[in-house]
């Protein structure tokens, strides 16, 4: 080989690694005029209304900050391969930040650990992860919710009786923290009622009605359920419904969707622990885009809990969560 193609060789090799080595430290506000910057929302999953509602609050927040919103997540909550798949193709991609809603708090951690080798600022949202790779946390307090749950069972069940949870998945942080809430909130102020069933549903609502129907055949003397999760609230509620048993057991739904608003309004749920998903994915696209911005923010941003009930579901403030605006997706 002549010394030419030798020297031609070599400047190609450095020009490649050049390239490379810039794309992976690549300054996140360093665009050419009128190129925007991308902020990838990565969801738990995008198949249900409350997904939905964190893609409108997160598209608002882009609209009005001037950023590029790409969103995308797995369509059911349970696949954590998807979602570990969208993240990796993030960081190749070199957005300029990234707002995640991990499937699993344990799962998750090596793929926000390349989040921040890859230098991606990171906010997480919604569920907490076993990490400290990220700017902020913008989420409900899940645990209060529990509490709350717990406190409107205790109240309506004059303080005794026996319930039943369906939980979630046990890798979900924010489920578990309202498992948490519930239970722990049961045993310190209410020691009259006896929790006497617990199972997981993994996000599968038919699982849902299956336990449902199956803790109350073991258990024919219950008197309430909490459910940590649209699905599983679902699920009971067909249980419930088909048994004709909504007439004597206090139910304690958590999140909000049209079918679950109308068993509201009919009685057939007695409370529904209600999130503000608009806000969750606005506050967290703008945490983000403050941060990139160089301001100081802070490290958690609570999203809020609402008690909502038959009573109070017509007040403005509580209508808005049960009927979301969409218009912006």
């Known amino acids: 080989m002549n010394r030419q193609i ?3 060789l070599l400047f190609f090799a450095l020009l490649c690694l050049t390239i490379f080595h810039g794309s992976c430290t690549k300054e996140p506000f360093e665009r050419n005029a009128g190129q925007s910057m991308q902020i990838a929302v990565i969801p738990k999953g995008t198949s249900n209304i409350f997904w939905q509602t964190v893609h409108a609050g997160a598209l608002t927040a882009g609209k009005e900050f001037g950023v590029e919103i790409l969103w995308s997540g797995p369509a059911v909550e349970t696949n954590k391969e998807q979602q570990v798949s969208i993240v990796e193709d993030f960081i190749v991609r070199a957005v300029d930040g990234i707002v995640l809603a991990p499937q699993d708090a344990e799962a998750m951690v090596p793929s926000v650990e390349r989040i921040a080798a890859a230098n991606i600022p990171l906010v997480i949202m919604d569920s907490g992860i076993n990490s400290d790779h990220y ?9 209060r919710g529990g509490v709350e749950g717990a406190r409107e069972m205790a109240r309506r069940l004059e303080q005794k009786g026996q319930v039943i949870i369906i939980g979630n998945d046990p890798g979900g942080a924010s489920t578990n923290e309202r498992e948490k809430g519930f239970r722990d909130t049961l045993e310190k102020e209410f020691p009259d009622i006896q929790l006497i069933g617990f199972e997981y549903h993994y996000n599968d609502r038919g699982k849902a009605r299956a336990i449902m ?12 359920v909490f459910c940590s999760s649209e699905s599983s609230s679902l699920g ?3 249980a419930l419904q088909a048994s004709k048993t909504t007439d004597r057991l206090v139910f304690i739904a958590f999140d909000s969707s049209p079918e679950l608003v109308k068993a509201l309004e009919n009685g057939e749920i007695h409370a529904i622990i209600n999130q503000d998903p608009f806000r969750i994915g606005y506050e967290g696209v703008k945490t983000l885009v403050r941060h990139l911005r160089g301001e100081a923010v802070e490290q958690k941003v609570d999203t809020g809990v609402f008690v909502v009930t038959k009573e109070n579901m017509n007040e403005p403030e509580i209508e808005i969560l049960l009927n979301p605006n969409l218009d912006s997706l």
């Not at 700017?135 to 645990?143: E, P």
């Not at 129907?213 to 309430?224: A, I, K, Q, S, Y």
């Open 236 to 238: 009971a509620l067909l």
């Open 213 to 224: 129907d199956d803790l109350l055949v073991r258990n024919p003397d219950t008197d309430g």
């Open 135 to 143: 700017v902020s946390f913008a989420a409900t307090d899940n645990y």
């Open 6 to 8: 030798m020297v031609r």
